[in-house]
């Protein structure tokens, strides 16, 4: 299904390979989402060269709930907001609100906003198994999450380990691969890499924020 919206052949092709993604299986994996000039431009900025001091050690669960527990979890981050975000980080949540449109109408969803942070894995951290809906809040509906680490190879480790049902698989986080996948439905994992971890990390809600 090829639905009209304002972008070009190639990322219009893209958007329905996710869709299709979402609609067989809950799952999709997108190379080249960002052209390595674009993720050149997020890595380069001081944000990400400097991340580990200035962005925040990752909890788990929501508000008064949230806690540090680096034996869950050893990710930093730093949320996005529009108004704040340099140039090439705007490019990338333009982007995703045209994904989140031509879902809303490839699959006829009412997906109305997104939230999504820069994260940062250091050496040797992880994040083990878990889903990302909230138990007494469902509003993600979908996980995005764009890669931006250039030349990496397997043995680097840093694979996104998703649970289906009947098998495992393991992604590499290769600069400028988009996964997306049910936020309610897929398990998932991140592994131990000997390399520092980049992304932009998110969901699409079915709330504004």
């Given amino acids: 299904m090829i639905l009209h919206l304002d972008v070009n052949e190639e990322l219009l092709s893209k958007f329905n390979a996710i869709a299709d993604g979402l609609a067989e299986t809950g799952f999709s994996v997108t190379d080249g989402f960002l052209s390595e000039d674009e993720?050149?431009?997020?890595?380069?900025?001081?944000?990400?060269?400097?991340?580990?001091?200035h962005f925040k050690k990752a909890g788990i669960g929501q508000q008064r709930d949230k806690q540090i527990n680096e034996s869950i979890r050893g990710d930093y981050i730093r949320w996005l907001?529009?108004?704040?975000?340099p140039p090439p980080l705007q490019l990338y949540l333009e982007r995703i609100d045209q994904l989140r449109e031509f879902i809303n109408q490839a699959l006829f969803l009412s997906l109305k906003d997104a939230e999504i942070h820069q994260t940062i894995y250091p050496i040797?951290?992880?994040y083990k198994r878990h889903l990302d809906q909230f138990k007494k809040e469902d509003h993600r509906k979908l996980t995005i999450i764009c890669y931006l680490n250039k030349n990496?190879?397997?043995?680097?480790?840093?694979?996104?380990?998703?649970?289906?049902?009947?098998?495992?698989?393991?992604?590499l986080p290769i600069a400028g691969r988009l996964i997306c996948f049910r936020s309610d439905l897929l398990e998932h994992e991140v592994l131990p890499a000997i390399h520092p971890r980049l992304s932009l990390t998110g969901w699409l809600l079915d709330t504004l924020h």
């Fill in 39 to 53: 993720v050149s431009a997020i890595t380069s900025l001081d944000d990400f060269k400097n991340g580990l001091s």
């Fill in 152 to 171: 990496w190879k397997e043995e680097m480790g840093g694979q996104l380990r998703v649970y289906f049902p009947s098998q495992t698989q393991d992604i």
């Fill in 124 to 126: 040797g951290s992880f």
């Fill in 81 to 85: 907001t529009k108004a704040e975000a």
